[in-house]
């Protein structure tokens, strides 16, 4: 039983010393996806809006076991109302994450995330209302997630937590996104 257990470890550390990352690498991954996104706080009556999400993360590997990366976002986001009502808010996203290895392949992320507030707005029915004045024209997030990498593709779930609000009225309403994306690892 002893020498099962030896073998079975001996294994593993054999498929993490193989799959472990380049010190130094330079890799660029554009991905696409979509969100499931809503709005937190002084909200009522809404629920998740799907959006796409489509981009590149540039990441630089500080050493086998953690990543550095920053990215670009075009991100769909925003909430459904009660009805036909509809709050979209296109962004476009700065991820910054840490990227840490903790089984081959698999990564857990955490960082910040600017976004910029490209277009802000509220549909009922057949009116669209331009909101991108009510709103900030930066707010941030706390992205944290996890990503599996297979052969040179990359599959990454996040959770986007809003930090700041959102609009410049009194009250309070923030971005809430989970994300899904895939993309290709491209080494530099």
């Known amino acids: 039983m002893k020498k099962i257990i030896l073998l079975a470890v001996a294994m593993v550390m054999t498929l993490s010393v193989s799959a472990q990352h380049r010190t130094g690498s330079v890799s660029l991954i554009p991905k696409v996806g979509f969100n499931l996104a809503n709005l937190a706080g002084d909200v009522s ?20 076991l953690v990543g550095l990366s920053g990215g670009l976002y075009y991100s769909m986001q925003g909430c459904e109302g009660s009805g036909d009502s509809k709050f979209n808010i296109d962004e476009l996203n700065i991820p910054l994450l840490a990227n840490f290895y903790v089984a081959p392949n698999f990564a857990l992320k955490v960082g910040l ?3 910029i507030i490209v277009k802000a707005e509220q549909k009922n029915d057949k009116v669209t209302v331009d909101m991108k004045s009510s709103m900030q024209s930066i707010e941030v997030c706390v992205p944290i997630g996890a990503s599996y990498e297979y052969e040179d593709f990359v599959f990454d779930a996040r959770y986007n937590l809003g930090i700041s609000k959102l609009n410049k009225e009194s009250g309070s309403i923030r971005n809430s996104v989970f994300q899904i994306t895939v993309g290709y690892k491209f080494d530099l």
């Open 113 to 115: 995330q600017p976004g």
């Open 45 to 64: 009556n809404n629920s998740i809006k799907f959006g796409l999400v489509a981009g590149a993360d540039v990441m630089y590997q500080v050493s086998p």
